[in-house]
């Protein structure tokens, strides 16, 4: 079988999920130069902006004059702390209408004051600024009775249905393990079960032996489109020693964790020459209390675009009815990253 010509189908041994790759459909020709998109560049403070400093946000309440990360509880969170325990109303007590109690608190982490600089444009200790924050607050919700797992995420871009230009994160912090992080536990478990060793770290060691996959890679950290990649330019990020969380990371590793970020970040932006969007995001260990030896701290990005900036992968048809399928594959995808360069196209 030709992995580079014939269509096939990828294990993800994260998910237990598969992805079906059709490389010969993405032999068209590929049109890599693209102009700067320099049309709408943001200003540094826009007094409109609910997330800049000194502004009033859309729940009445007022931004300090915040200089580095700013943290506060979302307006409109999706989880509320109290959640009400008990029986269900009457009708929800069969296994065909199953609900129940989902406690948990949603907060915002700006980057910065700055409205203009987004991730790979901050400098590297304001990136290491919002990695300690990331980890300090996985730690303070993580502490709290009713979270036992803390979701850290961004999601950029208008095409990703971000309300707010502003650089900022999320974080949702809950009382039980969501879709996506319970089937990566499972599978690390029964991984680490089967061949007494951890998932990830065997995987990123394959992955730099053959080295097609990586984008970027520092001392601490690496950076490789995924063997079983969904999207056109999905990374994951894994750190090279074996740990489960951001409260876990050394302040090297932070330094290091943070120039990796702003590296790939910056080859996304490079690729289209345009503020590339995308939905990123940490998977840790619960915090409920107990012990996950087997889980490895990674990140996943998901970014949609595909051919340009305006064109974008839908996940639609097929995908959305039967599996997720590319055509593009991530051993040709991480070579545009590689040649997308780590200066900032508008630096
Ligand atoms: P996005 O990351 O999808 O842009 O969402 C921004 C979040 O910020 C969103 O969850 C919150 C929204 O509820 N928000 C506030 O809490 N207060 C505001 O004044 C504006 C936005
Ligand atoms: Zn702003």
Redesign the pocket.
Known sequence: MDLYAQPHRRFNPLTGEWVLVSPHRALRPWQGQVEPDLTALPPAYDPDC??CPRN????G?RNPDYTSTFV???????LLPLAEEGTPPAGLDSPLFRAEAAAGL?R?VCFSPRHDLTLPQLSLPAVEAVIHTWAEQTAELGRLPFVNYVQVF???GAV?????PHP???IWAGQQLPNEPAKELAAQNAYHQAQGSCLLCDYLNAEEREGVRVVAANEHFVAVVPFWAVWPFEILLASRRHLGSLTELQDEEIGALAGLLQQMLTRYDNLFSTSFPYSLGFHQTPTDGGDYPAWHLHLHAYPPLLRSAAVKKFMVGYELLAMPQRDLTPELAAQRLRAAGDQHYLS
């Open positions: 609910y997330l009033t946000r859309a729940g309440a506060f509880d979302n307006d409109f969170a999706a949603c915002v961004e999601n950029k990703m249905g971000c309300s707010n900022h994160s999320q």
